[in-house]
């Protein structure tokens, strides 16, 4: 599997969890506050979403040469830095890389105002991100062809 081949799959993974949160974004706060089936379900898409763009981000940076950030929220914003995706959403995603960690790390204790929230508000960010990159590939800036490097991640 080449690389370009494994950010399409990441790509199209994180096109699945927008669509499925797109689905779910009309449910009532008052029904999402008290639904614990369709609160997992949307952490879990989010969590899967955001994974999506940091693992992305992470191969295009280590295909740029530009080396990797010591942070999640630092890979988008060099991402931004070299030009790799439109800076003018970086902190938006960067944010995005703090709800992962939450869901991550403090799963015992989410705010579940702040998951509803971004339900509402930040599902075009992921949706924008995806295009970005689609756009960045179909300028030529495509992935190298030796397969993923070790992109693991940095700790949260």
């Known amino acids: 599997m080449t690389r370009e081949d494994v950010v399409l799959r990441k790509l199209g993974h994180l096109q699945r969890s927008c669509e499925y949160l797109r689905g779910v974004q009309g449910v009532s706060k008052v029904r999402f506050m008290k639904d614990r089936t369709v609160q997992l379900a949307v952490e879990r898409a989010f969590q899967e979403a955001v994974?999506?763009?940091?693992?992305?981000?992470?191969?295009?940076?280590?295909?740029?040469?530009?080396?990797?950030?010591?942070?999640?929220?630092?890979?988008?914003?060099a991402l931004g830095q070299h030009g790799l995706v439109p800076e003018e959403r970086v902190e938006h995603w960067a944010d995005m890389a703090g709800v992962r960690n939450v869901l991550v790390h403090g799963y015992d204790n989410v705010d579940l105002d702040i998951v509803y929230r971004a339900l509402e508000e930040r599902l075009e960010d992921l949706e924008f991100f995806a295009r970005a990159i689609l756009a960045h590939l179909e300028r030529g800036a495509q992935p190298g062809r030796d397969g993923p490097k070790d992109v693991s991640g940095p700790p949260d």
């Open 51 to 77: 994974e999506a763009c940091l693992d992305i981000g992470r191969m295009l940076l280590a295909d740029a040469a530009v080396g990797l950030p010591d942070t999640n929220r630092g890979v988008f914003v």
